[in-house]
């Protein structure tokens, strides 16, 4: 199982939201590469670097973030938040970013993501599904979209899709521990997936439990900020 560790960008700052409420912000590093520099030092490999910014924008915000990350750590990054144009998917990848993270666009244009799986390849491209009560929630989780969470992972398997981040809304920034019930449906309902889980972690023994369900990996950010897991224990799963 992949640990992925998180960093949220707001104004180019590290941040983390509860249940992605922007008015519940924390600011938790001035650069994000302190944090980025600190997930590599302790042997992570991969990071989930999302711009809130550009998810509420509903275009790329912090282009800067993302070639500093990329210029300046080996860290293997995916990079989600309002990304809607064929410019912006190539520009990602020029700068290094490794997959990108589609969540409104996937809800709204299908066609135009089916473009970039067969354009990129599937091993490029991740479906964010943010979900809460079942539904898809979109715009930086401003908007509930008319479609369930299964309805969502079925169309897209069909398109193709092999990588599937699902956060759970509510438990999101939580630290009440992730919903592993959910993750177990859509494995048994999409075995051929490679799940990421997010949403909920709070403590070593919630990603043992993930680990023990068969997800691909399980991004984990506000209980690394607030010191409920260490780095190092990161690194013995």
Not at 41 to 47: E, F, K, P, S, T
Not at 48 to 60: M, Q, S, T
Not at 152 to 161: H, S, T
Request: aromatic content about 6%; some cysteine.
């Amino acid at each position: 199982m992949r640990i992925i560790p998180a960093i949220d960008i707001i104004d180019g700052k590290c941040v983390r939201l509860t249940q992605g409420d922007y008015a519940q912000k924390k600011i938790y590093h001035e650069n994000p590469l302190d944090a980025a520099r600190a997930f590599e030092d302790a042997g992570l490999q991969y990071l989930h670097l999302v711009d809130l910014d550009g998810a509420k924008a509903g275009k790329v915000i912090n282009w800067d973030v993302a070639e500093m990350l990329t210029r300046n750590t080996s860290l293997q990054i995916d990079f989600g938040g309002g990304i809607k144009t064929d410019r912006e998917v190539n520009d990602l990848f020029a700068l290094g970013i490794q997959q990108v993270n589609l969540g409104s666009i996937a809800v709204k244009e299908p066609e135009k993501v089916a473009g970039w799986i067969e354009t990129f390849g599937a091993q490029r491209i991740i479906l964010s599904a943010d979900v809460k009560d079942e539904r898809i929630a979109i715009a930086g989780w401003q908007e509930n979209a008319p479609i369930t969470i299964t309805q969502f992972l079925r169309n897209y398997v069909q398109l193709g899709i092999e990588y599937v981040t699902c956060t759970d809304i509510r438990t999101d920034g939580m630290l009440t521990g992730p919903n592993v019930e959910l993750y177990k449906r859509l494995l048994l309902n999409f075995p051929q997936l490679a799940l990421i889980a997010s949403g909920g972690v709070s403590c070593i023994e919630d990603l043992q439990q993930l680990k023990q369900i068969g997800v691909d990996g399980v991004i984990v950010g506000k209980a690394i900020y607030e010191g409920r897991i260490t780095l190092p224990e990161l690194t013995t799963l």
